[in-house]
T-cell receptor
């Protein structure tokens, strides 16, 4: 079984500052994938970034980077130069790797509500 | 990126009725899934929609309550049957395109309110 823990129900950040959203995970699978999604108040789930467990480098996508520490089982999202439009709920999620159907079923954390202050 | 469209985007439904949500992907995908997000909660997987065969349901979800169809590689429907206020949720379709690496995309979600 897989488990995702997000310990920050809410976070505040000043516009243009960087912010780190925490995510820890637990799994017995030897390989897995880690995802971050953004959910604005409209309800859609927007894919932000992906990290594979065997990827040597931390993933980056524009202002988003994933601080992956495998030994600590953490996959924190770093948002640089925060913008007002970044205010949303952020979910960390994971899947086991592999080609079977179950390999793409996402297990989600409880989410962190980020508010960017002007 | 895959474009996933869901209909309806919002609806208010009467208790005891059923509603079918449609999910259309702009290209063929290997896997399609349906998730539920109850108010203030995280997402929970309902089932995997299998093309040409019965869906695979997660614990706590049954076919009689949430019948799913997937007639081809780009389309799926989820029906919420005999609705009660506890079914008020956002229902989200997601898809993985074969060869797209490891990116799983979501539709815009369907907000259902049962009164």
């Amino acid at each position: 079984a897989q488990k995702i823990t997000q310990t920050q129900p809410g976070m505040f950040v000043q516009e243009k500052e960087a912010v780190t959203l925490d995510c820890t995970y637990d799994t017995s699978d030897p390989s897995y994938g880690l995802f971050w999604y953004k959910q604005p108040s409209s309800g859609e789930m927007i894919f932000l970034i992906y990290q594979g467990s065997y990827d040597q480098q931390n993933a980056t996508e524009g202002r988003y980077s994933l601080n992956f520490q495998k030994a600590r089982k953490s996959a924190n999202l770093v948002i640089s130069a925060s913008q007002l439009g970044d205010s949303a709920m952020y979910f960390c999620a994971m899947t086991p790797a592999g080609s079977s159907g179950s390999a793409r079923q996402l297990t989600f954390g409880s989410g962190t509500q980020l508010t960017v202050l002007p | 990126s895959a474009v996933i469209s869901q209909k309806p985007s919002r609806d208010i439904c009467q208790r005891g009725t059923s509603l079918t949500i449609q999910c259309q992907v702009d290209s063929q995908v290997t896997m399609m899934f349906w998730y539920r997000q109850q108010p203030g909660q995280s997402l929970t997987l309902i089932a995997t929609a299998n093309q040409g065969s019965e869906a695979t349901y997660e614990s706590g979800f049954v076919i009689d309550k949430f019948p799913i169809s997937r007639p081809n590689l780009t389309f799926s429907t989820l029906t919420v049957s005999n609705m009660s206020p506890e079914d008020s949720s956002i229902y989200l379709c997601s898809a993985l395109r074969g060869g797209s690496g490891n990116t799983i995309y979501f539709g815009e979600g369907s907000w259902l309110t049962v009164v």
